[in-house]
Structures are given as C-alpha cells and as structure tokens.
C-alpha cells in the first residue's frame, strides 16, 4: 500500500503491506480546537484539522473498506473528511464502547480517577502499566477490546480499513503492544501519540503485525 503521510514512519509502514493484503489503519483525530475541561467530548477539528483530514485520504492509494470510529463528533468529522477527501462514499461505524471507551470498566469510577488526576492521560498510562485503577480495564483487556473489533470488522482483499480513535486509546495500544510507558523517562524520551498519527496492523487476529514508529513487530495469540 502506497500512503503519504507527515509521519514518514506511517509511509514506511504502509510499504510493509504485502500485496493484495488487506491491512488496518487505527489512528488519532485530526487537529481539534481546545478541549473544555468541563465537556471533552465538545471539541470539533479545526479548518485545519479539516484539510489535515482531506490530505490524509487524499493521499491513501488504496481502497477503502470498513470505516469505525469513536462517537465523537471531531472522530466522526474525521472520517469523513477523509472519505471526502479520497472520493469514497462510505458509512461511518460508530463504536463508542470499542473505540472510545474500551478503558472502562465503571464509568463513574473512572470518571473520578481522570478529574482526580486532572486528565493527566500519561499518569493513567503508568499507573495501569504498573497496577490497577478503579474503574479501568486493564491495559491487556482494552486493548483487546480494540483488536477485535479491528479485526472483526472489513478483512476484504486489497482494501485499507479505518478505525479513528482518541490520543488516550492509542496510548494504550502503544504501551500494550510497545511497551510505553513502563518508566516515567518513556514519557520523556517519547512523544505521545499525534493528531492523524496511526498503527499500521494486517495480518488474522491470532497472527498479525503491527508498524509504529518506525518498529514492525509480529503477535501470535496476543
């Protein structure tokens, strides 16, 4: 699969593909206004996260197949700039619960655990590597969560399905899968995930690869 990306990782990624294969984008929204503290779900993308979108479908040289995203309007305007971009017309899957909320385990819980910490995502993010919060999922059974549903869904030949996400999901998939965020230095020396900024999986569910940051690595019955 040919992709351009400003995330030259993403472009060496898609290059991996086989041939014929079909592969899975998950990845953050594009570039939203400020988040309000007091309602995070209200942020839509900016006009240039608009174009940002556009660019990014623009640029994916394959077919488009299965569309999912988190039920959040940025999410969803994501998506279909993306799609308005590359000139397909495609349904957008909304799946709050695989998507947007996977962490969860008790809403009200984990709700008090994020305004405890004053959203500092990079706190949870070592916190479930070495532990357990009320209210969350384990950073194992959320990100299953997502790779199910990745991998339940599209699977056509020669086709790029596209999951659309928040930066705290892919956190998650980046210190399951990659091992971020085990020692405080990781969120130093790493950057956390970016807006448009995604994993490139293919392969089945009990056998598949993932490409992040420059790292392909293969998973067996993970």
């Given at each position: 699969m040919k992709l351009?990306?400003?995330?030259?990782?993403?472009?060496?990624?898609?290059?991996?593909?086989?041939?014929?294969?079909?592969?899975?984008?998950?990845?953050?929204?594009?570039?939203?206004?400020?988040?309000?503290?007091?309602?995070?779900?209200?942020?839509?993308l900016t006009n240039e996260g608009i174009e940002f979108a556009r660019s990014f479908g623009r640029n994916i040289d394959y077919r488009i197949g299965f569309v999912?995203?988190?039920?959040?309007?940025?999410?969803?305007?994501?998506?279909?700039?993306?799609?308005?971009?590359?000139?397909?017309t495609r349904p957008i899957n909304q799946?709050?619960?695989?998507?947007?909320?996977?962490?969860?385990?008790?809403?009200?819980?984990?709700?008090?655990i994020f305004k405890d910490y004053q959203f500092e995502n990079a706190r949870i993010i070592y916190e479930l590597n070495n532990g357990a919060l009320p209210g969350f999922?384990?950073?194992?059974?959320?990100?299953?969560?997502?790779l199910d549903y990745i991998f339940d869904n599209g699977n056509v030949e020669n086709t790029v399905d596209l999951f659309c996400t928040h930066d705290f999901q892919m956190a998650i998939l980046y210190a399951y899968l990659f091992d971020f965020g085990k020692i405080?230095?990781?969120?130093?020396?790493?950057?956390?995930?970016?807006?448009?900024?995604?994993?490139?999986?293919?392969?089945a569910r009990n056998h598949f690869w993932c490409s992040w940051r420059n790292e392909v690595k293969e998973f067996i019955n993970t």
């Open positions: 351009t990306s400003i995330y030259e990782h993403m472009e060496k990624g898609a290059a991996k593909i086989p041939n014929n294969a079909n592969c899975k984008i998950i990845f953050r929204h594009s570039i939203r206004e400020s988040i309000d503290l007091g309602d995070i779900r209200k942020a839509i999912g995203s988190s039920s959040c309007e940025r999410n969803i305007q994501t998506c279909e700039e993306i799609l308005n971009g590359c000139g397909y799946a709050k619960n695989e998507l947007e909320l996977p962490q969860v385990s008790d809403r009200e819980l984990s709700d008090k999922n384990s950073l194992g059974k959320a990100s299953n969560i997502m405080k230095d990781d969120f130093i020396n790493n950057k956390w995930p970016m807006m448009l900024e995604g994993m490139i999986i293919w392969g």
